[in-house]
């Protein structure tokens, strides 16, 4: 099933250089929603070759969160942005060692209900008229 869209995240990534309608590439992440949670995910393989389909939320996590997830049985991507186009990777124990989430963009696994980082807000628009909202 190819997934569907969602807006606010894709308005989001756009937000941070990024197109998440890029037709390059096939281990692209796309912006969708969970269809039994509606929380906003991203889905991707999760490497170049023989990749697994990975299912993630977008908000970047902590140390202590991604040690949560895997204390949990959940897997830890790193989310990487090639130009445009934005992958999700899968993170070996070396790279869990040698790659802390302060220094990364580090995605954890969906799981219904168990979020460990908020999703990313689209951007706020200021209305600078002077007429009142009446
Ligand atoms: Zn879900």
Redesign the pocket.
């Known amino acids: 099933m190819t997934p569907t869209p969602d807006p606010a995240i894709a308005a989001a990534l756009t937000r941070h250089g990024l197109d998440p309608d890029s037709p390059r590439g096939r281990d692209k992440a796309t912006p969708t929603r ?6 906003q ?1 991203l889905v991707g393989l999760d490497s170049d070759t023989a990749g697994l389909t990975a ?1 993630v939320d977008p908000g970047p996590i902590t140390a202590s969160d991604e040690a949560t997830a895997l204390l949990t049985g959940r897997r830890t991507y790193r989310l990487l942005a090639y130009g445009r186009r934005l992958v999700i990777r899968d993170r070996s124990h070396w790279q869990i060692t040698a790659q802390p989430p302060s220094t990364h963009h580090i995605v954890a696994e ?4 168990q979020q460990l980082a908020p999703p990313p807000t689209p951007a706020r628009q200021e209305d600078d008229s002077d007429r009142p909202p009446y």
């Open positions: 969970c269809p039994h949670c509606r929380h995910v299912t969906h799981r219904c209900r």
